[in-house]
């Protein structure tokens, strides 16, 4: 079971609590509001947030495979690159692969923005 106590991860959501954010995934605005609650399920993290309507939004992401910080934007990255460390190989193996279905995480990144 994977576990994201006493992470970077954790660490950096625990930092974002009580901020306003916006989500932003294949360049474009997915979710914005400010950051309530989140916690892990499985291999989930699961997001609460209060919208501009002033209503509780609950949504689930992937665990990322990395987590990178800078100014007042964290990146969630699922890039194939992030899970096999640059192994050219792997990647094509991965690729050649035919998902079930086909998640708009794959081979992306997400950012959470500080607004």
Same mark, same amino acid.
């Given at each position: 079971?994977?576990?994201?106590? &006493?992470?970077?991860?954790?660490?950096?959501?625990?930092?974002?609590?009580?901020?306003?954010?916006?989500?932003?995934?294949?360049?474009?605005?997915?979710?914005?509001?400010?950051?309530?609650?989140?916690?892990?399920?499985?291999?989930?993290?699961?997001? =609460?947030?209060?919208?501009?309507?002033?209503?509780?939004?609950?949504?689930?992401?992937?665990?990322?495979?990395?987590?990178?910080?800078?100014?007042?934007?964290?990146?969630?990255?699922?890039?194939?690159?992030?899970?096999?460390?640059?192994?050219?190989?792997?990647?094509? &193996?991965?690729?050649?692969?035919?998902?079930?279905?086909?998640?708009?995480?794959? &081979?992306? =990144?997400?950012?959470?923005?500080?607004?």
């Amino acid at each position: 079971m994977i576990t994201i106590t &006493d992470t970077n991860l954790e660490i950096t959501l625990k930092s974002l609590l009580q901020r306003n954010l916006c989500f932003t995934i294949h360049k474009k605005q997915w979710r914005m509001g400010q950051l309530l609650l989140f916690k892990q399920n499985g291999f989930y993290l699961e997001f =609460i947030i209060k919208n501009n309507k002033k209503k509780n939004e609950h949504f689930v992401v992937p665990i990322p495979f990395e987590v990178i910080n800078q100014d007042n934007k964290i990146i969630f990255s699922y890039k194939l690159k992030s899970l096999v460390c640059n192994n050219n190989k792997l990647i094509d &193996d991965i690729r050649s692969l035919e998902p079930n279905c086909r998640s708009k995480y794959f &081979d992306n =990144i997400l950012e959470i923005s500080v607004v």
